[in-house]
């Protein structure tokens, strides 16, 4: 997570969203950088103790963004970093099982430690799917996102690609694609609506609860 106080702005980082590529290029110009554990801060958390710690202390109303990948794509994202030879004697290794083996995985209701990645809806929603980020961009459309963070920021900002995964083998068998689908229909929606929208969303925030 970063924050930049003078532009009232946090960025909410998803894991394999291209959050790598993001920081490279937003860091010298942001005021707070969460490292490690809280890197990958949920939109949740930063909405219920983050955001409120921050209007106190620097004022303003803060906004937060954050960049939702096509579902499918990013769980491929995740296997093929966790394929990676250098971590094949790590529990999150995943060498050993097929892309469509980990996709069951994932889903399943209790994931081998190798498949626990969360989800992108985890990450961003809170009580009854409640969208908790004020900008959320798509992946596919990244010149949005670009064009947002050079006006907010007052200069241009370009993400350099970071942080690339080997190329490996990634297929999926139809049924296990609408599996998929079918278990993480509320994800895939969502980015279906982001991407009718041209690839940003700006829901109004409300005060209810989460």
Known sequence: MLIFTAQSLAFVAVPKTGTTALEQA???????????SLKHTTAQRFHRKIRPFLQDTFGGSF??????RQPEDQIR????Y????EIADKPEYVGHMSFDEFVREVISDHPAPCAGIGSQWGMLTGWRGRLLVDHLFAYEQWSRLEEFLSDRLATRIVCETRNVSPHVTAELEPKTRALLQQKRSDEFALHARLMDAGGKLSPKRRTAAI
Do not use: I, M, Q, T
């Open 63 to 68: 906004e937060a963004f954050a960049v939702l």
């Open 82 to 85: 966790r394929s990676r030879d």
């Open 26 to 36: 937003l860091k010298p110009h942001a005021d707070l950088s969460f490292g490690k």
């Open 77 to 80: 994202s995740w296997y093929k």
